[in-house]
């Protein structure tokens, strides 16, 4: 009788453990996946009280080996929005409304003016200079992040700048 309660001691002890090791496996696969993309300075340009769109930005980081694709954006308060790229065709601006944006593995995809933003349409209320909107990000991955981000002004005579060092 002592051997079997000794044996099932055992076999339970090495269920629990197994069960552990199982459980600190799935976290660190979990914390991996948080660790492999981070966003970095969020912010949403300020507009007129009527403004039927805002534009968002932000510097989303790839930390992982392998490429991964934004898919989406997602906020309250707004009918929709879309991952948008401008850039400039035949000497005139452009703009076209993309599925997905590439973070490369081991870099950065930047949205700024005159670049990659989210076109947040149709506010129900425009935010004012110096509050916060809360947008959320989907990647391929099956990651999420929801950021709060600063509405401000934007320089455009960086962003012209930018543009200009860049051959654009």
Not at 82 to 102: C, I, Y
Request: aromatic share 6%; net charge positive; hydrophobic share 40%.
């Amino acid at each position: 009788m002592k051997k079997i309660t000794s044996n099932l001691t055992l076999t339970l002890l090495s269920l629990l453990f197994a069960i552990q090791v199982n459980a600190m496996t799935h976290n660190n696969g979990e914390q991996h996946n948080m660790d492999t993309i981070s966003i970095h300075n969020p912010w949403v340009r300020s507009a007129p009280p009527n403004a039927p769109a805002l534009g968002a930005f932000v510097e989303i980081y790839n930390h992982s080996d392998k490429d991964i694709k934004l898919l989406s954006a997602s906020a309250s308060g707004y009918k929709r929005l879309e991952l948008h790229q401008s850039g400039h065709k035949n000497g005139m601006m452009t703009m076209v409304r993309k599925d997905f944006a590439l973070v490369p593995a081991h870099g950065k995809l930047v949205f700024k003016p005159s670049s990659w933003h989210v076109m947040m349409i149709k506010p129900e209320k425009v935010p004012k200079e110096g509050g916060v909107v809360a947008i959320t990000f989907a990647f391929d991955n099956g990651f999420s992040k929801t950021v709060n981000a600063i509405v401000k002004k934007a320089n455009m005579m960086k962003a012209n700048m930018t543009m200009k060092d860049h051959g654009h």
